[in-house]
C-alpha cells in the first residue's frame, strides 16, 4: 500500500518513447511519483532531469512477459500505457504488443486497484482492414470488459520534436527530389501537439476525466496529407514536386521495403492501408464533448510550433530565412 505521506505512484509504460516522455514530464511538474516501465532501463536515464531526485525510477517490463508487468505495476495508484508500435518486427507483433499487452496491462491494473489509462489511436476499430487498426480496437475492446472505468485516448497523428511523420518527410525532402503522395494525397488528418496529448494524460491521471470514456485528440485543423507536406516545405524552405503515387504501387513498395531484414522500413503495406481512412475527430465525439476542447484544453497550431524542430531540414539550418524557398 502507498504511504499516506506520499505522493500517488504513478506506473508508465513506453515512458521512454515519443509520447511517453512527454507524459512523464507532465506527470513530474504535478508531483506525482513515476516509475517508468520499459524494455531497456539503462537506455531511459534521460527521463531523471524531467523531475526532482527520487521522483522518477525505473523498472524492466516486456509486454509480452506477463510478471514484468504485474512488478510493474504492483502498489501503483494509475497506470498509464504508452506502448504502441507502427511497424511489427520480430516477436514485436500487432497481436503482441497492442493487444495481448495492453490486456496484460488492464488485468494488472485491476489486480493492483489502480485507475487505467491507455493511449490508443484514431481509427481502432476489430474491423479494420489494417491489421494495425484492427489489433488496437481489439485492445480497446478487451480493456473496456476487463476495466470498464478505464480512460482510452484516441489520438490522431501526434506531431512534436521526436515524430515520426513530420521528420520522416522533412528528412526525405533533403535527399530525394520529389515526396510521394500516397493515393493522391487526400487522406484527412488532425495533428494533434504531442504536449496536449500529455496534458490530456495528465488530467486522467488528475481524475478530473470521466471515467470509462472514449476520448477522441486532434489538434485545430483538419488538413489533407497533400496539405501536411505542404505546411512541413513551407516549414524548411523547400520546393520538393509533391508526386502522386497510387495505393496499389505504395502497398507493393510497402510489402518490399518490409521484407528487407535490418532495416526500419520507411513505409509498409498496412500503413498504406491505414491511409485509405481519414484519421480526424469524428462528429460523435464532438457532440459529447469527448475531445481537447470538451477536457478544457485549446489545441495548439501545428504552425506554431513545426520551425521549432524542423529548423534542422533547411537548407542552411537555422540561418535559411523561415517560408524562403530554395
Known amino acids: 500500500m502507498t504511504l499516506s505521506n ?14 511517453g516522455r512527454h507524459v512523464v514530464r507532465t506527470l513530474a511538474q504535478r508531483g506525482y511519483r513515476i516509475r517508468v516501465a520499459v524494455r531497456r532501463p539503462d537506455l531511459a536515464g534521460f527521463l531523471q532531469p524531467l523531475g526532482n531526485v527520487g521522483q522518477i525510477s525505473f523498472v524492466q517490463a516486456n509486454l509480452r512477459y506477463r510478471n514484468s508487468v504485474d512488478a510493474a505495476v504492483r502498489d501503483a495508484d494509475h497506470v498509464v500505457n504508452c506502448v504502441g508500435i507502427l511497424f511489427e518486427s520480430g516477436r514485436n507483433t500487432f497481436d503482441s504488443v497492442q493487444d495481448f499487452g495492453a490486456r496484460a496491462v488492464a488485468e494488472a491494473a485491476r489486480a493492483a486497484g489502480a485507475t487505467l489509462t491507455h493511449i490508443s489511436a484514431i481509427g481502432a476499430n476489430v474491423n479494420s482492414a489494417s491489421v494495425y487498426g484492427a489489433s488496437k480496437g481489439q485492445a480497446e475492446q478487451a ?5 470498464p472505468d478505464a480512460i482510452i485516448l484516441r489520438p490522431s497523428i501526434i506531431f512534436g520534436p521526436e515524430d515520426g511523420f513530420f521528420n520522416k518527410f522533412a528528412a526525405m525532402a533533403r535527399l530525394s527530389p520529389i515526396l510521394p503522395l500516397i493515393g493522391g494525397g487526400k487522406t484527412k488528418f488532425q495533428p494533434v501537439y504531442v504536449e496536449d496529448v500529455a496534458e490530456a494524460v495528465g488530467r486522467a491521471v488528475d481524475g478530473k476525466l470521466a471515467a470509462g470514456e472514449t476520448y477522441e485528440l486532434g489538434g485545430r485543423e483538419v488538413l489533407t496529407f497533400r496539405e501536411c507536406l505542404e505546411v512541413m516545405l513551407h516549414t524548411i524552405g523547400r520546393k520538393n514536386p509533391l508526386v502522386s503515387l497510387p495505393f496499389g504501387i505504395a502497398s507493393l513498395m510497402g510489402s518490399i521495403a518490409s521484407a528487407i531484414p535490418l532495416i526500419t522500413p520507411p513505409l509498409t503495406s498496412d500503413q498504406v492501408t491505414l491511409l485509405k481512412s481519414n484519421n480526424i475527430v469524428s462528429e460523435e465525439a464532438k457532440s ?3 475531445t481537447l476542447e470538451g477536457m478544457g484544453i485549446t ?6 510550433i513545426l520551425p521549432s524542430y524542423l529548423v534542422q531540414y533547411r537548407p542552411q539550418g537555422q540561418y535559411t530565412g523561415s517560408g524562403k524557398a530554395a
Do not use: A, D, Q, Y
Not at 506520499?6 to 509520447?19: A, E, K, N
Open 6 to 19: 506520499l505522493p500517488p505512484l504513478v506506473t508508465v509504460f513506453g515512458g521512454s518513447g515519443f509520447v
Open 143 to 147: 480493456i473496456k470488459s476487463i476495466k
Open 299 to 304: 489545441p495548439t497550431l501545428l504552425s506554431s
Open 288 to 290: 459529447k464533448g469527448l
